[in-house]
C-alpha cells in the first residue's frame, strides 16, 4: 500500500489543531514528528501493516467515531473525540522495526519486507502505555483516559482492563465510542 505520507500528515495535523485546543498538544505533535507516527505502521498483521498506517488508522478511527458520536443520547466533546481517537495507538510509535524475511511468491523463494515488534517500553496493557505517553505531553480527562485504556475492548489481556471495560463503557460512552470505531476501521476498511 503506497499513501502520499505528507498529505495524510496534513490532514492528521489539520485535525488536531482544528479541534484540539489543550495545552500540551504542540508538545506531543513535536514528539510525535520526530519520532516515527508518521511512517509507522499500525500493525504487522492485522492493518495497516504498511508504512503511513498508524497514521491513516488514527485518521480512520477518528472519522468512524464522529459517524457514531451522533447516536449517543449525549455526544461527547468533539476536542474529547479527537483526542481519544487520534492518540489511541499512540503506543504504537517507535515500536515496530522494518525486517526481512523468505516467502514463496509463484513457485520461488522471494526476500520480502515485513515489520517485527520491538518494544522498548514495556508498561502493562496497550492502552494504557497510549495513556502514559499522551499525559507526558498533555492532561487528559477521566472520560478520556478510560476511552483510551479501554479501546481495545476484552481484548487488551491486561486482566484489569477487561475486568474494568463494561463499566468503562457505561460510564463513559466515549469509550464505547473510541473502541467500536477502532474496531470498525480496522475490520471494515480494506487498505
Known amino acids: 500500500m503506497e499513501l502520499n505520507i505528507e498529505t495524510q500528515k496534513e490532514e492528521f495535523l489539520t485535525i488536531c489543531r482544528s479541534v484540539i485546543h489543550r495545552e500540551g498538544l504542540e508538545d506531543l505533535l513535536n514528539w510525535m514528528g ?44 468533539e476536542e474529547s473525540l479527537a483526542i481519544a481517537t487520534l492518540f489511541h495507538d499512540i503506543c504504537k510509535v517507535n515500536l515496530y522495526k522494518k525486517d526481512k524475511r523468505n516467502q514463496k511468491i509463484n513457485g520461488e523463494w522471494q526476500e520480502v519486507p515485513y515489520y517485527v515488534v520491538e518494544e522498548k517500553y514495556h508498561f502493562g496493557g496497550h492502552g494504557s502505555k497510549s495513556v502514559f505517553l499522551v499525559q507526558q505531553f498533555m492532561k487528559l480527562t477521566t472520560e478520556e483516559a478510560a476511552a483510551i485504556n479501554c479501546h481495545m475492548g476484552f481484548s487488551d489481556g491486561s486482566p484489569s482492563v477487561v475486568r474494568d471495560v463494561s463499566n468503562a463503557y457505561q460510564q463513559f460512552p466515549l469509550a464505547w465510542i473510541t473502541h467500536v470505531a477502532d474496531e470498525a476501521a480496522t475490520f471494515l476498511l480494506d487498505r
Open 34 to 77: 520526530k519520532a516515527d507516527f508518521y511512517i509507522a505502521p499500525a500493525s504487522t498483521k492485522y492493518h495497516g501493516g504498511y508504512p503511513g498506517g498508524l497514521c491513516q488508522h488514527s485518521i480512520d478511527v477518528y472519522q468512524y467515531a464522529k459517524k457514531l458520536a451522533f447516536l449517543m443520547p449525549k455526544e461527547p466533546a
